[in-house]
């Protein structure tokens, strides 16, 4: 079955700076890759997503790239802002609809 | 829609009782997901079904965890007998289609086993 792998389990970054959390998959049929966001005591909510026929997807200061070849992909997050400060997910999905999701990383942005 | 909805949002209950979790995902989405979010195991998938079928139950515990999902609108997840260590909190989650598509969580609810 899948299994998702996430580094680093937590970052700490000067506000302003960026922020880049890598995740692997095993399984070669998953075809989806979603990030998402959690705050304290809130639900995990999605942030970007890219698919298996995409290399990279941006969305204003964040941006995922993907590398089908070496099963990983990461997430970037640049000109870190105090609200970017939450837990992070990577996913993925295979082909029947398995969603499995890597061990999270807090992150933490200093003023 | 009001999103996926999990009842009760708190549940405090003694060792060995019954605790059954309630899950009404968004009308449509025809994927609903039930995870356990610990600190020390993080996001794990429990079970998830597919028009109301369960797919795959791999990541369901023990045998003390059990789901159902009697129709589109609505499932449970069953825990009997209740044990400490089942204390997490627990979230459904549905989509739409198959993979490729964005999960939306529920609220969860926070089990407490004493």
């Known amino acids: 079955g899948e299994n998702v792998e996430q580094h680093p389990s937590t970052l700490s970054v000067q506000e302003g700076d960026s922020a880049v959390i890598k995740c692997t998959y095993s399984d070669s049929a998953s075809n989806y890759f979603p990030w998402y966001k959690q705050e304290l005591g809130k639900r995990p909510q999605l942030i970007i997503d890219i698919r298996s026929n995409v290399g990279e997807k941006k969305d204003q200061r964040i941006a995922v790239t993907l590398n089908k070849t070496a099963k990983h992909f990461s997430l970037h997050i640049t000109e870190t802002q105090p609200e970017d400060s939450a837990v992070y997910f990577c996913?993925?999905?295979?082909?029947?609809?398995?969603?499995?999701f890597g061990a999270g990383t807090q992150v933490v942005v200093t003023p | 829609d009001a999103g996926v909805i999990q009842s009760p949002r708190h549940e405090v209950t003694e060792m060995g009782q019954e605790v059954t979790l309630r899950c009404k995902p968004i009308s449509g989405h025809d994927y609903l997901f039930w995870y356990r979010q610990t600190m020390m195991r993080g996001l794990e998938l429990l079970i998830y079904f597919n028009n109301n079928v369960p797919i795959d139950d791999s990541g369901m515990p023990e045998d003390r965890f059990s789901a159902k999902m009697p129709n589109a609108s609505f499932s449970t997840l069953k825990i009997q007998p209740s044990e400490p260590r089942d204390s997490a909190v627990y979230f459904c989650?549905?989509?739409?289609?198959?993979?490729?598509?964005?999960?939306?969580f529920g609220q969860g609810t926070r089990l407490t086993v004493v």
């Open positions: 996913a993925a999905t295979d082909s029947w609809g398995k969603l499995q």
């Open positions: 989650a549905s989509s739409l289609g198959a993979g490729g598509t964005e999960a939306f």
